[in-house]
């Protein structure tokens, strides 16, 4: 039986989501809990890896547990900083990572002077003041199928730059800025690229139309420095309806101020 789980953890606390010899990572704890309610090893696959309010996975189960032992047992047996949300039998063509057709990331920014105590670790921040108005603009030119090696880590494995943005936004929320972006799929540090090239747009040392300029040109040189990682969270995998699986219900920090 093939069973999906919807996870939600903060990797700060982990050596990574990927299991790693010496073990600390997320996918280590996961797979140790999910063994003790399996009554043996049990290997999990993923739809992404980073900080995650609705990462999800898959593992095929041997014996036949209820729902219940899949979330509440596991929880029991993780570590703090990361639990399971939901679990749910899936066809067993169902892949975490191939089905998905679609992944959605959110990025918190905190913009004030003062750097982040409360929040350290979990957004990333400016201190000076962004336009709002110019940071939306910019985003509208993101949307749409491009060729996105401007915004491409030069350790990108990616078989193509070009992906599929099928939305890209940001709002304010007091001094929290809230950038969304859904696509196709990413490229290795795009998400944090495509950050800090808005936030440069909205700092004013830049017009929104600079965008269009360093898709065309596809030169990762040209645009912004890679921003930092505190502020990532991955939002979870987009599935055809027909695969059944829970949507994500979170609004992470929205309407919070910090």
Not at 27 to 54: F, K, M, N, W, Y
Not at 105 to 115: E, F, G, K, S, T
Not at 171 to 191: I, K, P, T, Y
Not at 206 to 234: C, H
Request: charged share 20%; proline share 5%.
């Amino acid at each position: 039986m093939r069973i999906a789980l919807g996870v939600e953890y903060c990797g700060t606390a982990f050596r990574g989501w990927q299991s790693q010899a010496g073990g600390g990572t997320v996918q280590d704890a996961l797979e140790s809990a999910l063994a003790e309610i399996a009554g043996r090893p049990v290997g999990v696959l993923c739809a992404g890896r980073t900080h995650a309010t609705h990462q999800v996975v898959h593992f095929d189960a041997t014996v036949d547990r209820p729902a219940t032992a899949w979330v509440r047992g596991v929880n029991s047996n993780l570590p703090e900083g990361v639990a399971v949300r939901w679990a749910q039998p899936v066809d067993g063509e169902f892949h975490a990572r191939f089905s998905a057709r679609g992944r959605r990331y959110r990025y918190l920014l905190l913009n004030r002077p003062q750097r982040p105590g409360l929040w350290q670790g979990r957004v990333g921040w400016f201190h000076w003041p962004l336009d709002l108005a110019a940071m939306q603009d910019a985003c509208v030119r993101l949307q749409g199928e491009h060729d996105f090696s401007a915004f491409r880590a030069a350790q990108c494995q990616a078989k193509s730059p070009i992906k599929h943005m099928s939305s890209a936004s940001v709002r304010q929320c007091g001094n929290m800025f809230v950038f969304d972006f859904e696509a196709s799929a990413f490229l290795h540090h795009m998400v944090r690229n495509l950050v800090g090239t808005l936030i440069a747009i909205g700092k004013g040392g830049r017009a929104p139309g600079w965008v269009d300029e360093l898709l065309l040109a596809g030169d990762r040189r040209e645009a912004a420095p890679t921003f930092s990682p505190d502020g990532l969270y991955f939002r979870g995998p987009v599935y055809e309806a027909h695969w059944g699986l829970p949507d994500p219900d979170d609004d992470f920090l929205d309407g919070l101020t910090a």
